[in-house]
């Protein structure tokens, strides 16, 4: 990430500056295993507090596309590959400041092995199982208040609804 100032020009041709924060982008994954999540708990030192999360990570390897990304997040954190990794969004995170970009999956058919962590965050979180169908409680009662979570998850539930099932 680099924070930079950049110099634009509005729709009316008038010109202003602004301080921005240049980011390569970022993945989450909405890990189904029948009808849990399988998510992450993680120390985010910016809140000095563990977060309940998907698995998730930066685009920070050079030429790499989203589903790599995706891919290897998957394999660090839970030390799962998935069989079937499906878009289900992809959403600008922040962007009266920032030009990062999210990219969510929903990954299914999960085979689970080592975790091959990466960073000290990820050598302290803990994996934990949550059902999908919990997802809006903990939601509405501030357990999960991680935005790429929280639309990963409700997405998730939503096109298990639309396809006639809960997420099984």
């Given amino acids: 990430m680099r924070l930079v100032r950049g110099v634009f020009e509005a729709p009316d041709g008038s010109r202003f500056e602004r301080e921005i924060v240049r980011h ?14 399988v998510m992450v708990r993680q120390y985010r030192p910016v809140f000095d507090d563990l977060l309940l999360e998907i ?7 050079d030429g790499e596309a989203p589903l790599a990304t995706a ?7 839970i030390g799962a590959v ?10 600008w995170v922040a962007p009266g ?8 999956f929903l990954a299914t058919g999960l085979r689970f092995g ?3 962590y990466d960073g000290i965050e990820e050598q ?14 903990l939601i509405a009662s501030g357990q999960i208040t991680d935005a790429k979570s929280i639309v990963g998850l409700l997405l998730a539930l939503r096109r298990g609804a639309d396809e006639g099932h809960d997420g099984r």
Wanted: aromatic share 2%; charged share 35%.
């Fill in 114 to 116: 080592a975790r091959s």
């Fill in 24 to 37: 390569p982008g970022a993945v989450g994954v909405v890990a189904l295993d029948g009808d849990e999540v």
């Fill in 55 to 61: 698995p998730a990570g930066t685009r920070d390897r």
């Fill in 71 to 77: 891919q290897r997040e998957l394999a660090e954190e």
């Fill in 97 to 104: 400041v920032s030009d990062e970009r999210m990219h969510l």
């Fill in 82 to 91: 998935a069989d079937r990794l499906e878009p289900l969004v992809s959403y």
């Fill in 124 to 137: 302290h979180m803990t994996v934990e199982r949550i059902r999908l169908a919990a997802a809006p409680d």
